[in-house]
Structures are given as structure tokens and as C-alpha cells.
Nanobody, 116 residues
């Protein structure tokens, strides 16, 4: 069973930066996409950023220009660089990996808190 371990969350002031990492416990065959989601208290989980197997990236409109998703295939790791953070970015952030063989893997979540 693949495990995803996230790190890099924390408390930061508005305007600050954080870099989230999500490492898979082993290589995953046939990855379709590697995603970052977030869930704020009382709200539904939402897709923040996605990078496909072909390297195409997509972002939620409210984070475009501030967040950057990237990956290191050799390390089985996906990253989320978050700059110019705002209080509304406060949430638990989760990584998710989808594979062509039907695998749907989630990390345990990491808390990001942005103070005003």
C-alpha cells in the first residue's frame, strides 16, 4: 500500500511563503495526476493545483500567480510553493495521486495557518 507523507505546513504571516512537500512511500506506476487540495473549516475540500503526467499544470483561480506546483519523479515527491499567502489560504492541505490503474492515494493533511 502506498503512503503519502506531507510536510511543510505551519503558521505564517500574511504575505509570507511556505513550501509543502508530499512524498510517496514507493514509486507509483502510471501516475495520471498529482494534486493538492485544501479544506477550510466548514467548507468542502477543493482542488488547488494539479500537475499531470505530461507536465500540464492547472490552478484554482484564486491562487494563480502565487502558488506553484512541481514534482520530482526520482523522489516520488510533489511540491506546492505558496507565496504571498493570505488569511483565506488557511486550511488543511492534502496531496492526492491518481494512477491509471485506479489508485487514488491521499496524504494525511498538513495545516497551513495564515495570520493577518
Amino acid at each position: 500500500q502506498v503512503q503519502l507523507v506531507e510536510s511543510g505546513g505551519g503558521l505564517v504571516q500574511a504575505g509570507g511563503s511556505l513550501r509543502l512537500s508530499c512524498a510517496a512511500s514507493r514509486s507509483i506506476f502510471g501516475i495520471n495526476s498529482m494534486d493538492w487540495y485544501r479544506q477550510a473549516p466548514g467548507k468542502q475540500r477543493e482542488l488547488v493545483a494539479r500537475i499531470t503526467s505530461g507536465g500540464q499544470v492547472n490552478y484554482k483561480d484564486t491562487v494563480k500567480g502565487r502558488f506553484t506546483i512541481s514534482r520530482d519523479n526520482a523522489k516520488n515527491t510533489v511540491y506546492l510553493q505558496m507565496n504571498s499567502l493570505k488569511p483565506e489560504d488557511t486550511a488543511v492541505y492534502y496531496c492526492n495521486i491518481l494512477s491509471a490503474l485506479g489508485g487514488n492515494y491521499w496524504g494525511q493533511g498538513t495545516q497551513v495557518t495564515v495570520s493577518s
